[in-house]
């Protein structure tokens, strides 16, 4: 259980510091991250997310699921904003 913990402890920092990089992304209307970075990282956080998932991390599951999603959204700036 103390694996769940410390895994969540460590993708919620990694959501904290995407936050700030969402926000200038929407409030410049530009995509700062290239399309191949965050497409293969929000693919990769997904992948984990089904791992996780599997082996009863339930906490670690939801963190990499937000994580995936915030790469996704930097994925969908990249697109829109050009």
Do not use: E, H
């Amino acid at each position: 259980m103390w694996q769940d913990y410390i895994i969540t402890l460590s993708v919620i920092a990694f959501s904290y510091a995407l936050i700030p990089q969402i926000y200038q992304g929407f409030k410049k209307k530009k995509g700062f991250i290239t399309i191949q970075t965050s497409l293969i990282t929000s693919l990769g956080m997904y992948a984990l997310t089904y791992v996780y998932f599997t082996l009863n991390l339930y906490f670690s599951t939801i963190m990499v699921f937000i994580t995936g999603t915030l790469w996704l959204i930097l994925f969908i700036q990249k697109i829109i904003y050009k």
